[in-house]
């Protein structure tokens, strides 16, 4: 009985001490942990293994010293955490040494019981949506080396006491909306390597003193808006490596004492308004890798001392007032890998060397004044992949030497004086996507192997007239050709069979030799949307399909022997059916006239004026009073079925106020700017007081804004719905002369003319046609091109968020870009280690740029086209 008993006391004495270590509290760093995870936002669970357990130094992110007593490192970064971050949960970590945070959701102001822990040397808060002024009370942050707060939403001036931290070596307040000047104290960090204040709202002067920071390696201060010159002063950070100060308002000239930046490697001052020369000190800044210049007012030549720049990767001068010729020492450079001097008025020719002392990827030269011919040596070390040089005075034979440059993708040559025959070899081009020939003085035929380029998407060899030659049997068959142009080339024979014509949607052949009749297979052609076979010698019946109908008269004409809708009709009448016909005809046109005088003497009583039809590519020839009795008289906006049963969108224009010689002018050059991303622009009916626009209505599917509500899209479906609204805005902001802004980019305007969802812009260039005046027209043309651009971004973000982010661009001001990122992320299933997270992000960066409040930081659509292409592909140009 007594072993039994004690047997008892031993288990009841075990219980006890059990139930004491379970009743014990947490350590008070753990117990802290413990609070601040209860008041954050964990959607993700991504601090499940936080628990009273166990102790806070086995905790994931929690890093502590070797005995395990305290908390040295806290790193919830990338976590999807959100909410008001407690700050006085922070107060127990004491000997904190890092604390990172980034990429999370957090709002509100930032906790200033932070700046109270005194060992902290790195505190990373980038990629929140911190908002507010950024606190005081970093002085007690003695040891702090490391403080990045890029993209939040600070407000208010840059913090001026951080300059008081003598360890810190990287500050990074980038990508908020701080205001005012850079404090002129900046200038007093001891030992500061990075700074970083880009992509705020920052203004006034760049203070001189900055000059002063000697142990700066890297400075990004652009994408503010300030006002002067760029301080000479700076020449003197002796130590400074990489330099930004792009899209900055920045006027003057480029200080030459930037050549004592003996150590720069890249320099960025592109988009300012920067003037005269660039220094001949320049040529002495022996380090740079990249030079970025474009897109000021500067003048002058290129410095012949440019040629002691021996580890130059990047010239960019483009869109600049420079001439004269380009050094002989620009070919010389042994790393030089991209060129880009476009927009300019250069002369002279083109270095004989160009390309054979290194690996040249890139060269745009384009719209300046160049001559002489195409270097022989421009692709001898193998990776050229894009040659632009239109629209200079280039003469001479094309190098069959370009054949050989298999890396070549795309290729412009149009608006020169080229002659002799055309060299490619297609089989030995494997990645060439465009080539634009036209313009130029060529011979001896389009290549006979043109369909073996397999990702050749547009050709145009249009206005050669002496090309001669006849179409390749097999061009149809190109797997992914949608543009091909060949007009006005001397072409002779028949049209080849179009039984393999599956991406084709431009063929341009007017103003040729081309004979024999159309083949009902063209019909094989689904996705055509513009033909032009006017002014040849086709014969015989054009085909009554559909794809033949939809064309209209334009694109037929000048053939003599070429009849059938909507041409002539071909049916031979005898000579009595031919007087029969006669007779009844002129009855019924007696007839007709009565009533029409009537109904001319009406309309014209009630809107002044004779009516005048105007058809464009793919209306049928009707005359007014066709297409007014199909409508009557329609509002601002109506649908109306026309007599063949062509069913259009119509849109009134009151032409009070308006020029109307200038309006109908924009008009015609509306009607005929044809591309596979616009809504057909079919005709015109006016008189000296209306004007009538037809547009195309044979979308049956839904709008955007429709399909959106109904259905969510997969990822690489919005991609296409994307770069297909980027491509349409480009053509009519670049490709059309003068530009036509389209006016209400929405998704309500947005249609796809089939099941691949390509898209189409719709009610292009009517709202802008309300604004026109002959005095104010390149303003309207610039503002409208602006309101364009925004429109866009924010369709974008729209598209990305499947429709639940409307008018976007007021949404988002005060909304850090992770925040948004992470929203877009979640409504396309993309997670952080996601490979499609990069595609999303940049589309989202795009978007950005586009709605920033500040309009000169905004880029153009073509630039627009070209981030989007280098996101999916690396082809723009």
């Given at each position: 009985m007594k072993s039994k008993l004690k047997l008892y006391d031993y288990f009841n004495i075990f219980l006890f001490f059990t139930s004491m270590a379970e009743a014990t509290p947490p350590d008070p760093q753990t117990e802290s942990l413990l609070n601040l995870k209860s008041q954050l936002t964990d959607n993700s669970n991504s601090l499940k293994d936080w628990s009273e357990k166990v102790t806070c130094c086995s905790w994931s992110g929690v890093r502590c010293n070797q005995n395990l007593t305290s908390v040295i490192s806290l790193d919830l970064s990338s976590k999807n955490l959100a909410g008001i971050l407690p700050g006085k949960h922070f107060l127990v970590l004491t000997d904190l040494v890092e604390l990172n945070i980034s990429y999370n959701s957090f709002s509100g102001e930032f906790p200033t019981e932070i700046f109270n822990m005194t060992n902290l040397r790195s505190l990373d808060i980038s990629r929140n949506n911190f908002s507010g002024r950024f606190p005081n009370g970093g002085l007690n942050l003695k040891n702090l080396i490391l403080l990045d707060a890029l993209s939040n939403s600070f407000?208010?001036?840059?913090?001026?006491?951080?300059?008081?931290?003598?360890?810190?070596?990287?500050?990074?307040?980038?990508?908020?909306?701080?205001?005012?000047?850079?404090?002129?104290?900046?200038?007093?960090?001891?030992?500061?390597?990075?700074?970083?204040?880009?992509?705020?709202?920052?203004?006034?002067?760049?203070?001189?003193?900055?000059?002063?920071l000697k142990t700066l390696t890297h400075m990004e201060i652009g994408y503010n808006s300030y006002e002067g010159v760029i301080p000479w002063e700076i020449g003197n950070m002796s130590e400074l490596k990489y330099l930004d100060i792009a899209g900055a308002n920045l006027s003057g000239r480029l200080p030459k004492h930037f050549s004592n930046l003996t150590k720069l490697e890249s320099l960025f001052l592109f988009r300012n308004h920067l003037s005269s020369e660039i220094p001949w000190e320049f040529g002495e800044i022996t380090c740079l890798v990249n030079l970025d210049l474009s897109d000021n007012n500067l003048s002058g030549t290129i410095p012949e001392s440019f040629a002691g720049l021996k580890n130059l990767k990047l010239l960019n001068l483009m869109y600049n007032e420079m001439s004269g010729i380009i050094p002989d020492g620009i070919a010389q450079l042994p790393c030089l890998d991209t060129l880009f001097i476009w927009n300019n008025y250069f002369s002279g020719s083109l270095p004989k060397s160009l390309g054979m002392n290194s690996k040249l990827r890139w060269v745009d030269v384009s719209t300046n004044s160049l001559q002489g011919?195409?270097?022989?040596?421009?692709?001898?070390?193998?990776?050229?992949?894009?040659l632009i040089l239109?629209?200079?005075?280039?003469?001479?034979?094309?190098?069959?030497?370009?054949s050989n440059c298999s890396t070549l993708v795309r290729i412009r040559l149009e608006d020169n004086s080229f002659s002799g025959v055309i060299p490619f070899t297609f089989n030995q081009l494997p990645h060439i996507s465009y080539i634009d020939l036209s313009r130029n003085k060529l011979t001896g035929g389009i290549p006979q192997d043109i369909s073996k380029a397999t990702k050749l998407d547009y050709f145009n060899i249009s206005n050669n007239p002496e090309l001669g030659g006849k179409l390749p049997l097999d061009i149809w068959s190109a797997p992914n050709l949608h543009n091909f142009s060949a007009s006005s080339c001397s072409i002779y024979g028949c049209l080849p069979e179009f039984k393999s014509c599956k991406s084709i949607t431009v063929i341009e052949l007017s103003n040729n030799n081309i004979s024999g009749s159309l083949t009902p297979s063209l019909s094989a052609c689904f996705s055509l949307q513009k033909m032009d076979f006017s002014y040849n010698n086709l014969s015989g019946t054009i085909p009554s399909d559909k794809v033949f109908q939809s064309m209209g008269k334009h694109t037929y004409q000048g053939n003599a022997n070429l009849c059938g809708r909507p041409l002539k009709s071909c049916t031979a009448y005898s000579s009595r059916k031919i007087v029969s016909l006669l007779v009844a005809c002129l009855l019924s046109i007696l007839l007709m006239l009565a009533a029409t005088l009537g109904f001319y003497y009406i309309r014209q009583r009630s809107q002044g004026g004779y009516w005048k039809m105007l058809s464009f590519l793919g209306l049928a020839h009707f005359t007014a009073d066709d297409v007014l009795r199909s409508f009557g008289s329609p509002e601002a906006a109506s649908k109306a079925v026309l007599p063949t049963?062509?069913?259009v969108i119509v849109r009134k224009i009151e032409l009070q106020g308006k020029n109307k010689d200038v309006l109908l002018h924009v008009l015609t050059q509306m009607g005929n700017a044809r591309h596979v991303n616009l809504v057909r622009l079919l005709g015109l009916c006016y008189n000296n007081h209306l004007v009538y626009v037809l547009y195309d209505n044979n979308m049956q599917t839904a709008t955007l804004a429709e399909k959106m509500r109904t259905k969510k899209k997969d990822w690489s479906t919005k991609k296409r719905i994307i770069y297909g609204i980027a491509k349409g805005l480009y053509f009519l902001h670049h490709e059309c002369y003068p530009a036509i802004p389209h006016g209400d980019v929405k998704s309500t305007n947005i249609l796809f003319d089939d099941d691949n969802m390509e898209p189409c812009l719709g009610e292009f260039g009517f709202k802008y046609m309300l604004h026109l005046n002959t005095d104010q027209m390149n303003h309207v043309i610039r503002d409208e091109q602006q309101k364009d651009i925004y429109s866009f971004g924010e369709l974008v973000l729209e598209i990305l968020t499947n429709g639940e982010m409307m008018n976007a661009g007021r949404l988002i001001q005060n909304k850090a870009k992770d925040v948004l990122l992470r929203q877009v992320y979640m409504e396309n299933d993309v997670s952080f280690s996601d490979f499609k997270q990069g595609q999303v992000q940049r589309l989202v960066e795009v978007a950005l740029l586009c709605i920033t409040s500040n309009e000169s930081h905004r880029p153009c659509m073509e630039d627009v086209l070209r981030l989007l292409s280098e996101a999916e592909k690396g082809l723009n140009r």
């Open positions: 407000t208010g001036p840059l913090p001026i006491h951080l300059s008081q931290l003598e360890k810190l070596k990287v500050l990074n307040l980038a990508g908020s909306y701080f205001t005012g000047s850079i404090p002129s104290q900046y200038g007093s960090f001891k030992n500061l390597e990075f700074l970083h204040l880009g992509g705020n709202l920052l203004s006034g002067y760049i203070p001189k003193e900055l000059g002063s011919e195409i270097p022989q040596g421009i692709c001898s070390r193998g990776v050229l992949f894009k239109f629209s200079n005075n280039f003469t001479g034979t094309l190098s069959p030497s370009l049963g062509i069913t």
